[in-house]
């Protein structure tokens, strides 16, 4: 499954980078524990990005990236577009902060996988991760090649904290 949810990615974003893929991993594994620290500061900024996303490239409205299937990235664009209430998603992002508990285990798991399949130089690979190790697996954000070409605008959410809600 992780091996499929990583060729999909590296198939709808050819110039992903290794920090990308990383990003991806780190939050399939760990969810989005990192991104709030005050929720009126996280709705602020959901709601700037949601006005100020434009145009990107055609995306479902959700990804599935655990293999487990429980961690999702639901897409802002499509979400919107298909008349979705931003509320509900923002509430379902705040549980998956307060709630879901990721494996570090799990992040390096991935990660495995990922340097398996060859997209990229494994010396690279390691390269990248191991400073990323002597921080303690931080959050990191998309590369400024990924950002400017495909302009990502979603939130990471808990399958059982989103499904359900409308």
Not at 69 to 86: F, Q, S, T, V
Not at 93 to 106: C, K, N, P, S
């Amino acid at each position: 499954m992780v091996e499929q949810i990583l060729q999909s990615h590296f198939t709808r974003y050819p110039e992903i980078q290794i920090q990308d893929v990383y990003k991806l991993v780190h939050q399939a594994a760990l969810g989005c524990e990192h991104a709030i620290s005050d929720p009126e500061d996280a709705r602020v900024w959901l709601e700037r990005e949601v006005s100020e996303m434009g145009e990107g490239p055609v995306e479902p409205v959700m990804d599935t990236i655990s293999a487990d299937g429980e961690i999702l990235r639901i897409h802002l664009r499509p979400y919107i577009a298909n008349g979705k209430k931003l509320e509900t998603l923002f509430t379902a992002f705040l549980r998956t902060a307060a709630e879901y508990r990721g494996d570090l285990h799990v992040l390096e798991h991935y990660w495995n996988i990922a340097v398996s399949m060859g997209q990229f130089p494994a010396s690279d690979m390691q390269e990248f991760m191991r400073p990323v190790e002597e921080k303690n697996y931080p959050a990191v954000h998309h590369s400024d090649i990924y950002q400017k070409l495909y302009r990502p605008a979603y939130r990471v959410v808990w399958k059982k904290s989103f499904t359900g809600m409308s």
